[in-house]
């Protein structure tokens, strides 16, 4: 029982980073900060990115961790865990997979963009980066409803 309370603390605290955190970026933020001059809004969201992707790096390896140890160490693998398991599993792997693809493509492009002082191309991947966390963030909040609710479902 410790090791299942304490997995899923974690594995809830980490997706409460990971989803809130992108909540907040796209909701919060983005609308508070368009009416910035690009220049000092495409440094701020170098910098908010730049902490916030290192939380969502911890986040997965916490989420991956901690799934796993209660798949294997309370349902004694994925044949006891009920569908509610498998689809936040592949939800969550398809988050993952979005974001690796978003922190080596459009994240590191835009960081080169603004390196060299070209912000025209730099918005364009913070355009790219907003559309892939957008997608995320649909998933995400699935998968916390399918994660809180799918033990409920009969």
Do not use: C
Request: hydrophobic share 60%; charged share 10%.
């Amino acid at each position: 029982m410790a090791l299942a309370t304490i997995a899923l603390t974690l594995h809830v605290l980490s997706a409460v980073v990971w989803v809130g955190g992108m909540f907040f970026a796209l909701l919060i933020l983005r609308p508070s900060a368009g009416p910035l001059d690009p220049g000092p809004r495409l440094d701020l969201w170098q910098r908010v990115f730049g902490r916030f992707f290192s939380w969502v790096i911890a986040a997965i390896v916490l989420l991956l961790a901690s799934g796993y140890a209660m798949v294997f160490g309370v349902y004694a693998g994925f044949r006891g865990a009920g569908i509610h398991i498998h689809i936040m599993q592949g939800t969550g792997i398809i988050m993952m997979l979005l974001f690796f693809h978003l922190y080596f493509a459009p994240w590191r492009r835009f960081q080169a963009a603004l390196a060299r002082q070209d912000r025209p191309e730099a918005a364009r991947q913070l355009n790219q980066i907003r559309w892939i966390v957008t997608v995320n963030l649909f998933l995400g909040l699935l998968t916390v409803a399918v994660g809180s609710s799918g033990r409920y479902w009969g």
